[in-house]
């Protein structure tokens, strides 16, 4: 698994969003070293690059007004990870804002470039992962909510015990090839469209 | 880096002030003070019996240009030591050639903090060692609603942060927080004069920058504000500009800084006298000056121990070593390469010099990572406050 993202950072596409200075050659010396494909952009594009497995970022010249950049990190987009020569507040403000991952300090060495790379990768990865996990819960969770409502209203409206209730529910399901948390959804509805005709029911 | 020289020839440092472009007028005087300093000590026989020798290069104002001359420097003329830089900006694309080529670099500009290079000694203002100072003084006096405007890099963001938490944490609020290029024109504060008469500011935190902040005093005294009621206050507006200003639309206004030319002691008295007979009548002293002249001596002090340019072996002999410079005894503190100073506020007089209206009683410890300076304990603000007339 580790290996295999190590294969991964060989092939990756990576872009350098860095004024065309000493540093930025230095950069993307080692990027090549590292067997990237690298290119460098400046001034910073209007819109996040596409295509891209990477993102380096200058950040000096982000801080100010003109400066800042329209787009940031994105969710599933790839990781940016910072080019810093200051470190105070307003800078470690600004990665929080651009959603940086991981920071390489200026003057640049070679050392350290490609782990950081490496866990910035990690770290994007990860992140995806608990969001979808994140995600899956949430909506468990919701069906659980869904389901103990409708059980409740079946075991009013029919007199019959929560076990019997459930059993309603899931044979309904597998009647109609859908899911248990479906028939709750479609029973809550009904439920509220018979009260709403029957106010006082 | 060469250690001890053979023997009979000069110490050689390196001098990188711009003497021309945005900051010139300020890095003039900074270059003045670290010649006079220089001056002195040769005067006296040098160090171990051989003279400093400056090399000066005139980086106009642009970081590619101090970075490269600091190369030249480092390598063709073998310098190992460099006086040098006022905006964070050229400190930081000198800083990888000085710490590539194990250099010391002392830098004598008050400056945002968050740094420690092993390869610089700081001492010019941190932020602890003045923004507090000028946030209570202010809000004491004039109320703690506060517009902000300042020059559009890392500096003016740093500040203005500080100053926001110490107004906020003071039941103030900021009523504005504009930034305008480095090289704004008079015309470009026209907007920013117009929303502070729309907003009414009890005090205006100005952190603009270099040639700009004569414009913005212009533009200030153009509207007919009074600056008894509304003064502009900064970090960074020192005699050196007040020059540029002039005097009329100077006075009333506030900045706090360690070091005034007004300081009524005879150290200073001795050392503003020696600068006019050195460089001309006219000529002013200031703290950015004031530094860049005590870091030599603070200098020597070390080369005198550690009689030669290894920069480990000088920044070891540099730590705790104390001077009695204009602003009081000053003391480079090994725990952060930067300086213990003398916090102090002063307000522009008829004659445009700068009544001292605070002073700490005490030199205070430089602490660059500070975050939040409410924190700081009360022994940070004992001051006692000079009657005004």
């Not at chain 2, 220089?38 to 003279?51: D, K, S």
Request: net charge neutral.
């Amino acid at each position: 698994m580790s290996i295999n993202l190590l294969r991964d950072i060989r092939s990756f596409r990576v872009v350098v969003i860095h004024p065309q200075d000493a540093e930025a050659e230095e950069l993307l010396r080692q990027l090549h070293r590292i067997g990237c494909q690298a290119r460098s952009e400046w001034p910073p594009p209007k819109d996040r690059p596409s295509g891209v497995d990477l993102i380096f970022l200058d950040m000096t010249q982000l801080l100010s007004g003109q400066g800042r950049l329209a787009w940031s990190s994105a969710d599933d987009g790839p990781p940016i990870v910072a080019v810093l020569d200051y470190e105070s507040p307003t800078v470690l403000k600004a990665l929080v804002d651009y959603g940086v991952r991981g920071f390489v300090s200026k003057p640049i060495r070679a050392f350290g470039l490609l782990t950081t790379m490496f866990m910035a990768h990690r770290a994007a990865e990860g992140e995806r992962g608990m969001r979808k996990r994140l995600h899956k819960v949430e909506q468990r969770l919701d069906g659980i909510k869904k389901v103990s409502k409708a059980k409740a209203i079946l075991i009013e409206q029919r007199r019959i015990t929560e076990e019997e209730a459930y059993r309603f529910i899931r044979d309904r399901a597998m009647a109609r090839r859908t899911t248990i948390e479906a028939v709750a959804a479609a029973i809550i509805d009904a439920s509220e469209m018979l009260m709403a005709e029957n106010p006082g029911r | 880096m060469e250690c001890t020289p053979k023997s009979g020839e000069p110490w050689r440092v390196g001098v990188l002030f711009s003497q021309t472009g945005v900051t010139a007028g300020i890095e003039r005087t900074q270059l003045q003070g670290t010649l006079m300093a220089i001056e002195e000590i040769n005067a006296g026989g040098g160090v171990n019996g051989r003279e400093i020798l400056p090399i000066v290069e005139d980086p106009r104002s642009d970081p590619a240009l101090f970075a490269a001359l600091a190369e030249r420097l480092m390598t063709e003329e073998r310098v190992g030591v460099l006086f040098g830089c006022y905006m964070s900006s050229t400190r930081k694309a000198i800083l990888p050639v000085v710490e590539r080529r194990n250099g010391l670099l002392l830098y004598s500009t008050l400056y945002e903090g968050f740094e420690c290079s092993r390869n610089v000694i700081y001492t010019g203002a941190a932020p602890n060692q003045n923004g507090r100072q000028l946030a209570d003084y202010l809000t004491r006096e004039y109320g703690s609603r506060v517009y902000m405007v300042g020059s559009d890099y890392i500096y003016p963001y740093e500040s203005s942060r500080i100053m926001r938490d110490l107004v906020l944490q003071r039941s103030g609020k900021i009523l504005a927080e504009k930034y305008l290029p480095l090289n704004a024109t008079q015309k470009a504060f026209a907007p920013v004069i117009r929303d502070i008469r729309r907003k009414e500011p009890d005090f205006i935190f100005s952190t603009v920058v270099g040639a700009a902040t004569a414009h913005l005093y212009h533009a200030y005294a153009e509207a007919g504000f009074d600056p008894a009621r509304m003064p502009i206050a900064s970090l960074t507006t020192s005699e050196a500009e007040i020059s540029d200003i002039g005097v009329a639309a100077s006075r009333g206004h506030v900045t706090a800084a360690p070091y005034f030319d007004s300081i009524d002691s005879e150290a200073n008295r001795r050392f503003v006298a020696r600068y006019r007979e050195r460089f001309g009548e006219q000529e002013r002293t200031n703290a950015s000056c004031e530094a860049a002249y005590f870091q030599v001596h603070l200098f020597a002090q070390a080369l005198r121990i550690a009689n030669c340019m290894d920069t480990d072996r000088l920044r070891d002999a540099i730590f705790g070593q104390e001077f009695d410079a204009p602003q009081g005894r000053v003391r480079i503190d090994p725990d952060n390469n930067h300086t213990y100073l003398w916090p102090r506020v002063g307000r522009v007089d008829a004659d445009g010099r700068f009544e001292i209206v605070a002073e700490s009683p005490a030199a205070m410890k430089p602490d660059p990572y500070l975050v939040d300076h409410n924190a700081a304990g009360d022994a940070d603000i004992r001051w006692r406050r000079q009657a005004t007339v």
